[in-house]
């Protein structure tokens, strides 16, 4: 092999390798977001959320779709900006604040929200993503009074419709159903505060 034809194959092999590292999708990255309307009154309680489970089968940075009856796909270039417990935790804190008039609702971590008058504790059983049809959250939860004892407990399923067959359709119909479950939470709280009196 002469000197140039070598510099030849070498340059081709390096414009193949080029232009596959350059046909790459870049990563997208979606956030749930708060959709509670403001409450009409304003409470002192203050609220701390979390722990937070999810099914491991959606518990990682990708956006986990269905694609079948007994089938998910993992998609590598659509991702959550952060983990999906966490994200929910966060959410729900924040729709509680706007749902309860309650600038006292935290997120629970070690050390934060250990003195918060109530608990939550958030145990999702589903979080099914149908790209084009639907988000389904269906989840079981926990009030608790601190100091007290009393609790209330109940389950929150819900089937929110994607309005677009986009990603960004998808966790919008994802947030509305975390504003459901909070909205469940709330009402919870309130019972709670009336019981207590």
Not at 56 to 65: L, N, Y
Request: positive net charge; charged residues 15%.
């Amino acid at each position: 092999m002469t000197p140039r034809l070598a510099c030849v194959i070498a340059l081709g092999a390096l414009a193949v390798l080029g232009a596959g590292c350059g046909s790459t999708a870049p990563a997208r990255f979606y956030t749930l977001t708060s959709t509670a309307p403001p409450a009409a009154m304003a409470s002192d309680v203050s609220i701390a959320v979390g722990p937070v489970s999810v099914p491991g089968a959606v518990d990682r940075p990708q956006i986990v779709v269905s694609a079948g009856a007994n089938r998910v796909a993992v998609d590598e270039f659509n991702r959550w900006a952060a983990p999906l417990g966490t994200d929910i935790a966060r959410v729900v804190a924040a729709n509680l604040t706007a749902l309860l008039g309650a600038p006292r609702v935290t997120q629970f971590s070690q050390g934060l929200g250990a003195d918060a008058d109530l608990r939550v504790a958030i145990d999702v059983q589903r979080f099914e993503s149908t790209l084009g049809e639907a988000a389904l959250l269906d989840a079981v939860w926990t009030v608790r009074r601190a100091k007290s004892g009393g609790s209330q407990t109940g389950r929150t399923t819900v089937r929110e419709p994607a309005a677009q067959s986009g990603y960004d359709a998808l966790v919008a119909a994802h947030s509305r159903a975390l504003a459901r479950l909070s909205q469940d939470i709330a009402d919870a709280v309130r019972a709670l505060g009336r019981a207590a009196r």
